[in-house]
């Protein structure tokens, strides 16, 4: 077995080697930049560009190209565009998650490429992240890709560059309706979402009912709406009327947080009964045990059932009030006084709610140092995590 190994491997290396000598790699003119009497040549309808609500249908800029050079018998040519803020370099040195080149195949035979009003002011708000009003010089490119060719050759490769201001399209009203936050589904008396991102993010915090809801554009009609899919993700419905699989369900009443980011296609529904969590007593850093000056822990609305604090830690006990300045409010506290949390799986999650404080039971930490500590209020449970 290992000879017959050995056989094939010097068959693939003597190919490599004759494939080298037959094609003189000696001579490497092929890798370098093509050069033409008449190179690949983009050019752009205007330089500055000003885009207005006024006229979003309207044409903002056409590009056009010449055709590439031939490259030999056989060979045919692919066509490339590609946009991005000028000074990004398309993207070629971006960290992973933070490319925002926008890369288009051009079908066969077209040489042109253009962009209305509004697709244009859409890009440069979404996948730019430009603000309204904004000033943005983007740069573009057409590549020709040789295919078919018996060895590689170097795409030819044009470039430009144009200035764009674009403008914001104003507020986008959404509206919450259904048995479980308007108390009914009259689509004329659904409950605002609060627009946070212009066109973009959303987000309501408040009381909801067991049962389901919709989120949709216009008071009245049932469509357009914004409906829950798999995976946390949101879909743009113009035609599918309200089914029991296509509505934000909510298991359980009380306070919820409620997150929709159009842009990224998510949603997230929580339940959240407390507005804060504060940390006391000599474990906390700086805070011993004065009420007045409790901790607060983090929260964030893209994970809306926990509370988190990561930092310094001293040996020492704790509890969580959930109210600043007041012993006798409402506390988390451990079903029993002095338990132990060392950042081990065996340490007990089990957290409850003291309505007044009493009993004064505490968690304890035994040895200093840096810790995660994470409390969820939907689930009552705590952990700590050394770090």
């Known amino acids: ?38 190179p690949l040549k983009i050019t752009l309808s205007g330089e500055e560009i000003v885009l207005s609500k006024d006229n979003e249908e ?14 030999g018998a056989g060979t045919s040519l692919t066509y490339f565009f590609r946009m991005d803020i ?16 926008i890369t288009e195949e051009i079908p066969a035979g077209v040489f042109t490429k253009s962009y209305t009003v509004e697709e ?3 890009l440069l708000l979404k996948n ?38 674009s403008f914001s399209p104003g507020p986008l009203p959404l509206f919450m309706v259904g048995d479980a936050i308007s108390g009914g589904w009259d689509y004329n008396a659904g409950k605002s979402l609060p627009e946070k991102t212009e066109r973009t993010i959303y987000h309501f915090i408040g009381d909801f009912s067991v049962g389901s809801f919709k989120v949709i554009e216009k008071p009245g009609n049932e469509l357009p709406s914004y409906d829950p899919v798999e995976d946390n993700k949101i879909i743009y419905n113009e035609t599918n009327p309200k089914t029991a699989e296509n509505v934000f369900k909510v298991e359980q009443a009380g306070r919820h947080s409620f997150y929709l980011d159009i842009d990224q296609g998510t949603y997230v529904l929580g339940y959240a009964p407390y507005e804060n969590v504060y ?31 990561t930092g310094q830690f001293d040996a020492g006990e704790f509890k969580l009030p959930l109210e600043l300045g007041n012993w006798g409010g409402k506390n988390l506290m451990p079903s029993t006084n002095g338990v132990i949390l060392k950042g081990e799986a065996t340490d007990d999650p089990v957290m409850l709610l003291m309505p007044n404080g009493q009993p004064d039971n ?26």
């Open 362 to 387: 505490k968690w304890v930490i035994e040895t200093s140092g840096e810790y995660e500590l994470t409390v969820n209020p939907a689930k009552m449970t705590i952990a700590l995590k050394k770090l």
């Open 128 to 165: 730019f992240k430009r603000l309204g009003g904004t000033v943005t010089k983007l740069e573009v490119q057409i590549i020709a890709r040789v295919e078919n060719a018996t060895q590689f050759q170097l795409p030819e490769v044009a470039v430009s560059s144009f200035s764009v201001t």
């Open 279 to 309: 940390m006391v007593g000599n474990a906390i850093t700086g805070i011993g045990w004065d009420i007045g000056k409790a901790k607060p822990m983090t929260w964030d609305s893209k994970n809306p059932e926990v509370f988190v604090y």
């Open 1 to 38: 077995m290992k000879n017959i190994k050995s056989i094939i491997s010097f068959i693939i290396m003597s190919l490599v080697f004759v494939s080298c000598e037959d094609h003189g790699l000696e001579n490497v003119d092929w890798l370098q930049e093509p050069t033409f009497t008449n």
């Open 86 to 101: 000028a000074g990004n370099n398309f993207g070629e040195d971006a960290a992973p998650g933070t490319i925002t080149t």
């Open 120 to 122: 244009l002011n859409s």
């Open 58 to 71: 309207a044409n903002a800029i056409t590009f056009t190209w010449t055709p590439a050079n031939d490259r």
